[in-house]
């Protein structure tokens, strides 16, 4: 519920709702059972598996058929989809909203969202498993989302990235207190423009795991 929450007020941020009608591209059950789910919350689902040339334009079509106000992608996702779409100069209809999440929105996925889509709001979620932990405001700014989360850096470098702790407030079941997550973060010295004080992500760096060095 404190994950809804935290979604519903992106939301809001953006001048859509929970009833707002939604594609979601990602990578959850696509069993009936969740397409029901999907279908009573005004959402169509799409898997984010396997995405081909062929998957990608059917995409395109149903996403031109429903006119979603928002739409929802994990940007490896949409940037495929949107290669492709280039690729066959096909034309996507522009939501009021695009928000991404589960991975990092990299520059040059945002360039190309951006492109496509000039006239569209863009969002970046920053979510875990275990938390809702931050999301980007219409400024452009990633707050951290301070009513059910705690987050703190850990072993910061000379550059202030450190290894992330999240401090989830409403995990009653199984307590999450200074929960080592794998990611590296940075926070900003000072706060966003739109007013919002809470604290400001500078920087995402991604998970810290072990690499494989090849020869070349």
């Given at each position: ?10 939301l ?6 929970r ?15 969740y ?20 998957k ?15 739409l ?20 996507i209809?522009p939501?009021?909203?695009?928000y ?26 920053y ?14 700014k ?15 470098d000379q ?10 407030l ?8 200074r ?5 590296r ?12 004080k ?16 090849l020869?070349?």
């Amino acid at each position: 519920l404190a994950k809804r929450v935290s979604h519903l007020k992106m939301l809001r941020w953006y001048g859509q709702t929970r009833e707002s009608k939604e594609v979601y591209i990602g990578g959850l059950s696509k069993d009936w059972k969740y397409r029901i789910y999907y279908l009573l919350k005004n959402k169509v689902f799409l898997s984010s598996y396997t995405i081909t040339r062929d998957k990608a334009l059917a995409y395109i079509q149903k996403i031109n058929r429903v006119k979603p106000a928002v739409l929802f992608s994990y940007p490896y996702a949409l940037d495929l989809i949107l290669h492709f779409a280039e690729e066959t100069k096909t034309a996507i209809h522009p939501p009021g909203l695009i928000y991404t999440g589960a991975e990092n929105l990299y520059p040059h996925i945002e360039q190309k969202i951006r492109r496509f889509f000039p006239d569209s709001k863009l969002a970046d979620e920053y979510w875990s498993t275990e938390a809702n932990l931050a999301v980007r405001c219409p400024q452009g700014k990633m707050h951290v989302d301070e009513d059910t989360v705690i987050l703190e850096v850990d072993k910061p470098d000379q550059d202030g990235t450190g290894d992330l702790l999240v401090t989830n407030l409403f995990s009653y079941d199984l307590p999450l207190i200074r929960y080592r997550l794998g990611d590296r973060i940075k926070f900003s010295d000072s706060f966003c423009s739109c007013g919002r004080k809470t604290r400001v992500i500078e920087k995402i760096m991604g998970r810290d795991i072990d690499c494989i060095d090849l020869p070349d």
